[in-house]
């Protein structure tokens, strides 16, 4: 018993000592990027493309303009909207997941995790296959008399909105999933007991029930949405354009460093300030409970 | 009030209620008590309307609610963990079924407070269920489902999640409601105690069947199974074969050679082996023969334990059986308080009229 003490030390510097890689290589790899992004949007670009460091906002004010406002505010929209439509779509499949037999529950969780097996950008370049004007779905219409003229999907709002959902729906899905699998279903019994039907025991105590899960997946989806450059590239053509894409075109084309990393500290300092908010204001009715007790 | 017809409910092959009949009266206290997956919880679940039966009808009053989804009975349930909501106070769950009623504010707020009261839960409302003691939790869910006004009230296990005081207290407590509120209460529990103690009658289960439905001192001191004798209190069992049955006095021989006589008649014809049971409190341990009123083994003392109110004998019959013995110590001579020493030979008495022929 005399030693337990010190085992106790000891293994409280084990801990330290296996925090230590990690720690390494997020400042190696993370941090010092993070910091040289920083700096870069703080400099000038020179005439070759190079980076003349320095001290101003210019690259910060170039937001203002226009364009790029648009293009900003065009990528806050689509996200919201995309991630919406995820979280309308993921629901109904998790909830039924979630109320599936055990065995049933392990075949539909293998489902929704086989397109992880397959490139993403294979998967993006294989939407061209399927939405444009020779692709199946045009094909089939055709062949079926439906339409008399291929329909114009790809590069289009529509094409953008379906590659996102369909990404985002898995990392959606897994979240609700779990905090609905976690749902006591005596609870929904009482419900029900107590006169309500299959909607309002789902409204009124399901749902509130699955917000942490809900709260997750709308990170999971809408911070990659807003920041992704691919699909709207592959699929939305010269009109959908989001933040992602001007980040990308300002250190690949046009070769200027400074700007591009303005416009990523921004989209960073923005995704921080949403993910704060979202843990600050949100607490569990149980640990708010436990929190006023103590 | 409550009918249950040939109520059937299988898994696959695996029956879990099995043609039940079953009828219990407005206003009684009815106790459904039986042993894990004897099926009385399933009976439960679809009087609740949680599961669809596989055959027969569930009749309250003069309506089949058999088919009927649980929100559209006259039925509440008292769940065995409580079920209580976590995102509602102790307020909201209670007001969560007239609520849905659409019931004016002014008439949701004065029965929720009534219903409050009723439990003892007024200084609690804004609490959140997680704030809560497990006694106070299962007032909660008592409160919820009472304030609906149900004609019939269900409750599952609600006292096993319970401290032991706390439950034996609440025993009481709810007792007293029921008969206050003369609210039809179908209680499902595996405690006997909680079933004699709280019960107008009580149906015994067993394999998805009744084995006896009969008021609790019938149930304990009559029981008409060897499955009922067994499960409820302590029973000992001599065996033996009927030998006579004249003059409404049926004679045993016992296994060791001797009689004993039982006077009540029997259904069991002569030459047929019985199980004679004899409650522990029910035999005396004696120096003296029995009386010509009272049957008498021959036994030693195998072993006595002081209980304080009581001293438990174990008897080793010259047989090789032993049997149990409790014996209330109403005179307790100080120097001897036990009265008898170990390995003193004895007569094991009781009363011709006590005990019970079950099938052998």
């Given at each position: ?12 510097g ?15 790899f993370?941090?010092?990027p ?7 949007s703080?400099?000038?670009?020179n ?38 439509l995820?979280l ?38 294989a939407?061209?296959v ?8 045009n ?26 959902v ?32 299959r ?19 709308v ?53 921080m300030?949403m ?6 204001y949100?607490t ?11 | ?29 009815f ?121 019939l ?56 069947r009744?084995e ?6 019938a ?31 049926t ?47 021959h ?15 174990v008897?080793?019959l ?6 149990d ?13 036990l ?22």
């Open positions: 018993m005399a030693n337990a003490p010190a085992r106790q030390r000891s293994g409280a084990f801990a330290r000592l296996l925090l230590f890689p990690p720690a390494v290589w997020m400042t190696l993370f941090a010092l993070l910091g040289l992004v920083f700096l870069y703080i400099g000038d670009s005439t070759y493309g190079g980076v003349t460091f320095g001290c101003t906002l210019k690259n910060y004010r170039a937001i203002w303009d226009p364009f790029f406002l648009n293009i900003f505010l065009r990528s806050l929209l689509y996200s919201t909207g995309i991630t919406v995820s309308l779509l993921a629901m109904p499949l998790a909830y039924v997941m979630a109320c599936a037999p055990a065995r049933w529950q392990k075949v539909m969780m293998f489902l929704i995790i086989i397109p992880f097996w397959t490139n993403f950008l294979v998967r993006m370049f939407f061209i399927l939405l444009g004007d020779n692709g199946l779905v094909t089939l219409l055709t062949r079926l008399g439906v339409i008399g003229e291929p329909l114009p999907m790809m590069n289009s709002l529509f094409a953008v909105i379906v590659g996102f369909y990404w985002n729906l898995p990392y959606m899905v897994l979240p609700l999933y779990a905090a609905l699998e976690r749902m006591e279903v005596a609870h929904v019994e009482a419900a029900m007991d107590l006169g309500a039907g909607f309002t025991a789902f409204r009124t105590i399901t749902l509130p029930a699955s917000v942490p899960g809900i709260i997750a997946g990170i999971f989806c809408f911070i990659p949405t807003l920041g992704c450059f691919v699909i709207p590239d592959i699929l939305g053509g010269p009109d959908n354009l989001m933040i992602g894409n001007i980040i990308t075109l300002q250190f690949l084309q046009a070769r200027n460093w400074p700007l591009g990393s303005a416009f990523a500290t921004i989209f960073i300092t923005l995704v300030v993910i704060s908010l979202g843990i600050r949100y569990p009715a149980n640990e708010k409970a436990r929190g006023s007790v103590l | 009030m409550l009918v249950l017809t040939r109520l059937r409910k299988q898994y696959g092959d695996t029956v879990a209620v099995d043609d039940v009949d079953l009828t219990i009266t407005k206003g009684e206290f106790c459904l008590l039986g042993p894990s997956g004897c099926g009385k919880t399933t009976i439960l679940r679809m009087v609740a309307g949680f599961e669809k039966p596989t055959g027969g009808t569930i009749m309250l009053g003069d309506r089949d609610i058999s088919q009927l989804p649980p929100y559209a009975r006259d039925v509440n349930t008292v769940f065995q963990n409580y079920a209580l909501f976590p995102n509602y106070t102790v307020r909201g769950n209670i007001a969560y079924g007239p609520t849905l009623k659409k019931l004016p504010a002014g008439e949701i707020s004065r029965r929720v407070d009534e219903a409050m009261a009723l439990v003892g839960l007024e200084q609690l409302g804004e609490r959140m269920p997680s704030q809560l003691s497990g006694g106070q939790q299962q007032r909660v869910a008592l409160a919820r489902a009472l304030v609906n006004r149900p004609a009230l269900l409750l599952d296990e609600p006292l096993s999640a319970l401290d032991k005081q706390i439950a034996e207290r609440t025993r009481l407590e709810l007792k007293d409601l029921q008969r206050r509120l003369g609210i039809t209460f179908v209680f499902v529990t595996h405690n006997q105690v909680e079933a004699l103690t709280m019960a107008d009658r009580i149906a015994v289960m067993q394999h998805g009744i006896q439905c009969a008021d609790p001192a149930i304990y001191s009559r029981p008409t199974t060897p499955f009922v004798a067994d499960f409820i209190g302590i029973m000992n069992f001599i065996t033996g074969t009927v030998a006579d049955t004249a003059g409404g006095v004679t045993l021989r016992l296994a060791d050679g001797s009689t004993a006589q039982y006077r009540e008649g029997t259904p069991f014809p002569v030459g047929s082996s019985i199980r004679y049971g004899i409650r522990p409190e029910q035999l005396r341990v004696s120096l003296l023969p029995p009386k010509d009123f009272e049957n008498g083994l036994g030693t003392i195998a072993r006595q334990i002081f209980m304080g109110e009581s001293t438990q004998f008897i080793a010259t047989g090789g059986a032993t049997l013995v409790s014996v209330l110590n109403y005179l307790i001579i100080a120097e001897k308080p009265g008898f020493e170990l390995n003193e030979e004895i007569y094991l008495i009781w009363s011709k009229s006590s005990g019970v022929l079950l099938n052998g």
